[in-house]
């Protein structure tokens, strides 16, 4: 009759197994239905949030600059170099908006036109005003998001070796002895369908282990489907010289001479 009663307690537990996989699922579906929804909403309010993992034609640095252009705060000439005009060398002007706004100020601390690689690649405090801008959008997306609970590590090892036990015992106690009536015939193959899901789910559960790892974040994709920043796709249409100007402004990383190099406290070098 031990088969009786390994029918009486396999079971219910295979069900709690998938039970738990199941309400995991189901729980991790719906934070990432809530991370995209709100991906979405804060693409909608702030379409520089999440730029910065665009290719570089259609990133923030190119969206700031472009927005600065239309703005009439800066000019482009033919080889890239980005130079104020008279309203963007007023302090009291600004874009609205920290990311261009911190371009702006990288301009107004060089001694000369320069170019949107080299403001990138030498202008540290740029780069800090950038990385700034969206650690702060990141951690808007992180806030109060819903995660799947999982166990401490502890109790995780401890409730698979209880499962390990739980499946050893049973598989000896089936092999052990052989049923005798139709009863014992039922329970039997009962507890062995149900020993197989168990093998079963722990295969299911190393692959969703897996798969969770290697998933790409739903807010990873979520840039490309906001789809380009309207500054860049208005300077595109109004002027598309100056939008090619920008595109090669990126790609000019040196600096020659004195040429856009920062100013050295109230006084201005000589160019």
Same mark, same amino acid.
């Given at each position: 009759?031990?088969?009786?009663?390994?029918?009486?307690?396999?079971? !219910?537990?295979?069900?709690?197994?998938?039970?738990?996989?199941?309400?995991?699922?189901?729980?991790?579906?719906?934070?990432?239905?809530?991370?995209?929804?709100?991906?979405?909403?804060?693409?909608?309010?702030? !379409?520089?949030?999440? +730029?910065?993992?665009?290719?570089? !034609?259609? &990133? &923030?640095?190119?969206?700031?600059?472009?927005? *600065?252009? %239309?703005?009439?705060?800066? +000019?482009?000439?033919?080889?890239?170099? %980005?130079?104020?005009?008279?309203?963007?060398?007023?302090?009291?002007?600004?874009?609205?908006?920290?990311?261009?706004?911190?371009?702006?100020?990288? %301009?107004?601390?060089?001694?000369?036109?320069?170019?949107?690689?080299?403001?990138?690649?030498?202008?540290?405090?740029?780069?800090?005003?950038?990385a700034e801008f969206h650690e702060a959008v990141r951690a808007r997306l992180e806030a109060g998001r819903p995660r799947p609970q999982r166990p401490p590590g502890c109790l995780t090892v401890v409730g698979v070796l209880l499962l390990?036990?739980?499946? +050893?015992?049973?598989? #000896?106690? *089936?092999?052990?002895?052989?049923?005798?009536?139709?009863?014992?015939?039922?329970?039997?193959? #009962?507890?062995?369908?149900? *020993?197989?899901?168990?093998?079963?789910?722990?295969?299911?559960?190393?692959?969703?282990?897996?798969?969770?790892?290697?998933?790409?974040?739903?807010?990873?994709?979520?840039?490309?489907?906001?789809?380009?920043?309207?500054?860049?796709?208005?300077?595109?249409?109004?002027?598309?010289?100056?939008?090619?100007?920008?595109?090669?402004?990126?790609?000019? *990383?040196?600096?020659?001479?004195?040429?856009?190099?920062?100013?050295?406290?109230?006084?201005?070098? +000589?160019?």
């Amino acid at each position: 009759m031990m088969s009786v009663v390994l029918a009486c307690v396999v079971p !219910p537990v295979t069900a709690v197994l998938y039970g738990s996989l199941g309400v995991r699922r189901r729980r991790e579906a719906r934070w990432r239905r809530t991370l995209a929804e709100r991906c979405a909403a804060m693409s909608a309010d702030d !379409p520089y949030a999440g +730029t910065d993992e665009r290719w570089w !034609p259609e &990133d &923030d640095v190119q969206a700031s600059a472009a927005r *600065l252009v %239309l703005d009439g705060l800066v +000019t482009v000439n033919h080889r890239g170099n %980005l130079s104020l005009t008279a309203a963007g060398a007023d302090p009291a002007r600004t874009a609205g908006h920290p990311l261009p706004d911190a371009l702006l100020a990288a %301009l107004r601390h060089r001694t000369a036109s320069a170019a949107l690689g080299n403001l990138l690649m030498h202008d540290t405090a740029f780069r800090a005003a950038r990385a700034e801008f969206h650690e702060a959008v990141r951690a808007r997306l992180e806030a109060g998001r819903p995660r799947p609970q999982r166990p401490p590590g502890c109790l995780t090892v401890v409730g698979v070796l209880l499962l390990v036990l739980e499946m +050893t015992f049973t598989t #000896v106690a *089936l092999l052990d002895q052989w049923p005798r009536g139709a009863v014992d015939w039922t329970a039997s193959a #009962v507890v062995g369908a149900a *020993l197989l899901a168990q093998f079963l789910w722990l295969d299911l559960s190393e692959r969703r282990d897996d798969a969770h790892v290697g998933r790409r974040d739903p807010s990873a994709g979520y840039p490309e489907r906001a789809g380009i920043h309207p500054a860049l796709t208005e300077l595109a249409a109004s002027d598309p010289e100056s939008a090619v100007r920008l595109r090669t402004s990126r790609l000019r *990383l040196r600096r020659r001479r004195n040429r856009g190099r920062r100013r050295r406290g109230s006084t201005a070098a +000589t160019v």
